[in-house]
């Protein structure tokens, strides 16, 4: 199935991808969340998780996901086994939402951080947040309160944003404040979309 008016929203740890997704349901476009949908199947996959990872990153039953990225972000491994449970379900689940909006015939954006990190999804038109590596690890120190350690281990386990620059249909940069932001991502809709879909 080609998909048409698939629009991939990605972008690095920090670099504003969420605010952007808000923006965007905002001005009333329909947004899949990776990230919902990988927490969902996470619950879901809990019995198969704990057998490999122990016990140690339960609380109440559930998994600690902050225990759980202490230890995968810090072992390549232990990283890849996790991405072999939860990735093929993930992408399975957002096919499935996908293949749904195609049927409305009107743009719809899809919110996959590790996009390229994957390499396995049928979406050609990318939109890229980016943000210098310095800025994204002050706005990661500020709202996940990390060690500077743990953050930079954390940016490690993606591609460098430099890196999907080139890659991406669209950029959007993300180092100044909120309004520019908005405006950016207003450029967006109204300059760049309806190009794409004429082309589509």
Do not use: W
């Not at 939109?127 to 120190?141: A, D, K, S, T």
């Amino acid at each position: 199935m080609s998909f048409k008016y698939a629009i991939v929203l990605t972008g690095g740890i920090g670099s504003g991808k969420s605010t952007i997704a808000s923006f965007l349901k905002l001005y009333g476009y329909e947004v899949v969340c990776a990230d919902s949908i990988a927490h969902t199947i996470l619950d879901q996959s809990t019995k198969e998780v704990v057998e490999i990872f122990g016990k140690e990153i339960l609380e109440n039953n559930r998994i600690n996901r902050k225990r759980l990225g202490e230890i995968v972000f810090n072992d390549k491994k232990k990283k890849e086994i996790l991405e072999k449970i939860l990735h093929p379900k993930i992408k399975e689940e957002i096919l499935k939402q996908a293949k749904a909006l195609e049927t409305k015939k009107i743009p719809y954006f899809l919110d996959i951080p590790l996009f390229y990190e994957t390499k396995n999804y049928p979406f050609k038109e990318v939109l890229l947040v980016f943000v210098p590596r310095e800025i994204q690890i002050q706005r990661i120190q500020k709202r996940d309160h990390l060690e500077l350690q743990a953050i930079q281990a954390r940016i490690s386990s993606q591609i460098p944003l430099e890196e999907k620059k080139q890659l991406a249909s669209y950029v959007i940069d993300n180092s100044g404040d909120l309004e520019n932001l908005q405006k950016e991502v207003e450029k967006y809709l109204q300059d760049y979309l309806p190009k794409v879909l004429e082309e589509n």
